[in-house]
């Protein structure tokens, strides 16, 4: 057996007992035999004060949103060549691997809320290539409540606490979604029972986001990205996922968790749709609108990869807490596409981690690149612990010039695409001309349920039993926003809502 580790303080010193602390000595001559010869604590006691002091600042600031989340460490291989779309160099070569790190979580839920609540998910890897670290920073559904990045505040606030009581507010909830009918496509999506995955090794990841691959000629497609779970795709029902969420609320970590550790690697099959500008200026929807699927028939998947999740973390707050992704963090090959909630999350991630975690959070080993790091111009700030370049000149100087030949050009959006892209087919104020196509979509994801026996039931089932916790402006609201896709569908919800509260109980309505 390994010796036992020598306790020391947080700076080496020898600790001979962790549990004693220095104490003030009493001259007791004068007392009873019994009398305590131990006084106060001492202000000396550099391992009492500095364990104290440290515990109090244990704590990071959770995420605002995907607080909630399990990763795990794993392995990016190639199966199909793609190089005619992408030059990216992990993707280089059939067989061709990298490592990654993937982190799921639940999106509104706080740090110690349920793993089952009904939620999109988070489904964010990273991608430590010779290039540079590329995030894929998907969630589990192909599509998401808003396509104007100004909505998102506003958005996420009414699906967390009531500013005044601090509880979940069904009235806030549905309010939101009936007043922003864009959400249609993602409410009916999330209220199937794809909103309740059984197992975060059983679902599937989507880009949602149309993005740009480049190929080695400096040619561009907008691409999609899917990754599908090679163990399918299944779901809770409501009843079931609620009542996990009271008996083992931490149940997808552990299940991610012991699966790895059982030596049962979960996999998943990587795909592509791609699209060109012709194509996409036909389409009836905006390719920068977030609440839209590409048509598997019109737009095919193409395979060129898999992943492997095959190594937990060995400390979940240094590597699964600390993880930080964002889609900014890219190769050049592969550039967002001028979708503004896109636009908009290349800045708010990176801004969010220099809040929780500092200016250096890409000095922490789970976010740390692989390939070399050379920016002498970042330099400094609180926890610099890479040794800050030594003595490299911190601008661009005739001591270290910029090496023109080393760099690879970066195909980035030109002013004239981003300024095109936005007056064509896109409105900051929302997509004015295709707000009676926002029901579309959802009209075809209503038929899909329809080909499994009891999805669309379930649908209904899971929006009443959550609806009927609202007031009855908002409930009349809501079966008019779903009868907008199929009036039955409106009338399904109803007939339910009103068996569950009849109107004249208003009790839980207050
Ligand atoms: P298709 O019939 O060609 O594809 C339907 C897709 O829906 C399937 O390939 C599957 O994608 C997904 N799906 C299957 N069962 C369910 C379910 N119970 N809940 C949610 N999704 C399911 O039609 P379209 O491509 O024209 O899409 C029709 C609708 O399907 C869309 O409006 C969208 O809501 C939904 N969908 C479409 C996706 C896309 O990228 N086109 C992706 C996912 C859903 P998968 O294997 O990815 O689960």
Known sequence: ????????????????????????????????????????????????????????????????????????????EVTDDITDVCAAKFLDTIGKKTRIFTRFSTVGGEKGSADSARDPRGFSTKFYTEEGNLDLVYNNTPIFFIRDPSKFPHFIHTQKRNPATNLKDANMFWDYLVNNQESIHQVMY???????????????????????????????LYVQVHFKSDLGVVNFNNEEAGKLAGEDPDYHTGDLFNAIERGEYPTWTCYIQTMTQEQAAKQPFSVFDLTKVWPHKDFPLRRFGKFTLNENP?????????????????IPSMQPSADPVLQSRLFSYPDTHRHRLGVNYQQ??????????????????????????????????????FSTEAQIQTNSNTP????????????????????????????GLWKVLGKTPGQQRNLCHNVAVHVAAANHEVQDRVFEYFSKVYPEIGDQIRKEVLQLSPRGDSAARL
Request: hydrophobic residues 35%.
């Open 1 to 76: 057996m390994s010796q036992p580790p020598k306790w020391t303080t947080s700076q080496g010193a020898p600790v001979s007992d962790v549990f004693a602390t220095e104490r003030a000595t009493f001259d007791n001559s004068n007392h009873a035999n019994n009398a305590p010869k131990v006084g106060p604590l001492l202000l000396q006691d550099f391992q009492l004060i500095d364990s104290l002091a440290h515990f109090d600042r244990e704590r990071i600031p959770e995420r605002v949103v995907h607080a909630k989340g399990a990763g795990a460490f794993g392995e990016f």
């Open 190 to 220: 999330l209220f199937s029972d794809r909103g309740t995955p059984a197992s975060l090794r059983k679902m599937n990841g989507y880009s949602g986001h149309t993005y740009k691959w480049y190929n080695k000629k400096g040619e561009w």
């Open 314 to 330: 060995k400390n979940y707050f240094a590597e699964v807490e600390q993880a930080a992704f964002s889609p900014s963090h890219t």
């Open 364 to 401: 922490i080993p789970v976010n740390c690149p692989v390939a070399p790091v050379f920016a002498p111009q970042i330099r400094d700030g609180a926890m610099t612990v890479n040794g800050n370049l030594g003595s490299t000149p911190n601008y661009k100087s005739s001591f270290c010039p």
């Open 416 to 443: 004239e695409e981003v300024l095109a892209a936005h007056t064509e087919k896109f409105h900051w104020g929302g997509i004015l001309d295709s707000k009676s196509y926002d029901f579309e979509q959802p009209r």
